[in-house]
């Protein structure tokens, strides 16, 4: 399996719809691969706040519209990293798409931990409910979104659901890069899984970008990461290693917590 993770930079002097046209522009040149990713809220910035109101989209609005058709053009499953979406009853959500290479959409991902503590996308977006995973020909995703990756529990979630590769788009701060690199590696030991994480470059809104996007396999072997600045990094592997190293050190098969409810005393 070909995956090809576009770290991108988002430039504050760069307009919404040039920015579309020339990611659409990068995901037609990976035309070949068999999967595709794009970082988190790359439309906007993951800390240009004051943006995510102004920039809001219906789920199926302009960046949709881009994305699906550059899969398309490309041939390729599109993981379009995560937009701000406008419900139409109101809320906002940070939604990730997953489009087939038909264009189709396959899934979408309102992400479920939302960063900023009492500030930022923590009051001004609201939180998903679901757990998604896409089927793809040899491989199944598991769909997080940067913060989620402090989260242990909604991996095991996704891997519960049959995810054997988890896909992370991020706008990780460079000041925690060091957190960034050692939970894709965790989330890919604990889990038995291939980690395909997508962070971006440069800065958004005066908070400098770790980059550092990075591949993992289910040993917590580091496959291929990224620099700093904006990159497109490609890497193959075979998805069947996640059911050889299950079966080699089955350790998922001594869980004894969180399996069922707990027995009241």
């Not at 995956?3 to 002097?13: L, N």
């Not at 219906?58 to 993981?79: N, R």
């Not at 049959?162 to 000041?175: D, F, H, I, N, S």
């Not at 400098?208 to 904006?230: K, R, T």
Request: net charge negative; aromatic share 8%; glycine share 10%.
């Amino acid at each position: 399996m070909r995956a090809s993770v576009i770290q991108i930079a988002v430039d504050e002097g760069e307009s919404v719809e040039s920015r579309r046209r020339r990611v659409a522009s990068m995901v037609r040149e990976q035309a070949g691969a068999d999967l595709v990713v794009l970082p988190e809220l790359w439309t906007t910035g993951a800390f240009a706040y004051e943006a995510f109101g102004q920039e809001a989209e219906p789920l199926e609005g302009p960046t949709y519209e881009a994305m699906a058709k550059a899969a398309s053009d490309a041939g390729v499953w599109l993981h379009a990293g995560s937009v701000p979406e406008r419900d139409p009853d109101g809320p906002l959500y940070n939604t990730s798409l997953v489009f087939s290479p038909s264009g189709d959409l396959a899934a979408a991902y309102r992400k479920i931990h939302r960063f900023g503590f009492d500030k930022g996308e923590a009051v001004l977006m609201g939180a998903g409910s679901e757990l998604v995973t896409v089927r793809l020909p040899s491989t199944t995703l598991g769909l997080g979104t940067c913060y989620d990756l402090r989260f242990p529990e909604l991996f095991r979630g996704l891997v519960d659901a049959g995810a054997e590769t988890l896909v992370v788009p991020a706008g990780w701060p460079e000041r925690r890069r060091s957190h960034w690199t050692l939970l894709a590696q965790a989330r890919a030991v604990e889990n038995q899984s291939f980690v395909v994480a997508c962070g971006t470059a440069g800065t958004h809104a005066g908070v400098p970008q770790a980059g550092h996007s990075i591949v993992v396999d289910p040993w917590g072997e580091v496959l291929a990461e990224a620099g700093a600045g904006e990159e497109v990094l490609t890497v193959e592997f075979d998805p069947g290693k996640v059911a050889t190293t299950r079966e080699q050190f089955p350790a998922l098969k001594d869980r004894v917590l969180g399996l069922q409810p707990p027995r009241r005393p």
